[in-house]
């Protein structure tokens, strides 16, 4: 079955931390470039962060320096470390494969008030 299913948002104050995470079905994670994406209310679902299978790193400009994309290969998770967050980063979070992205989970909602 293809799921992936995404945890650890919330609600946190300016210049707090959270650290997300998302558990994915092998058929998604094994052998795919996986990412983490946001989607703010009234805007378009945006690319935030992606890591490959050889652990090569992307980010967004906005998120440079503040996040960390990481993945456990044995145990089909990826990870995205937030720190420093600004209310600008407030959204709902997901992850999927990058090239060709799956049925997408629920998501995750960060919220960080100012």
């Known amino acids: 079955q293809v799921q992936l299913v995404e945890s650890g948002g919330g609600l946190v104050q300016a210049g707090g931390s959270l650290r997300l995470s998302c558990a994915a079905s092998g058929s998604i994670f094994n052998g795919y470039t996986m990412g983490w994406y946001r989607q703010a209310p009234g805007k378009q679902r945006e690319l935030v962060a992606t890591v490959t299978t050889g652990f090569y790193k992307y980010y967004v400009e906005s998120v440079k320096g503040r996040f960390t994309i990481s993945r456990d290969n044995a145990k089909n998770t990826v990870f995205l470390q937030m720190n420093s967050l600004k209310p600008e980063d407030t959204a709902v979070y997901y992850c999927?494969?990058?090239?060709?992205?799956?049925?997408w989970g629920q998501g995750t909602q960060v919220t960080v008030s100012s």
């Open positions: 999927n494969q990058v090239r060709n992205p799956v049925s």
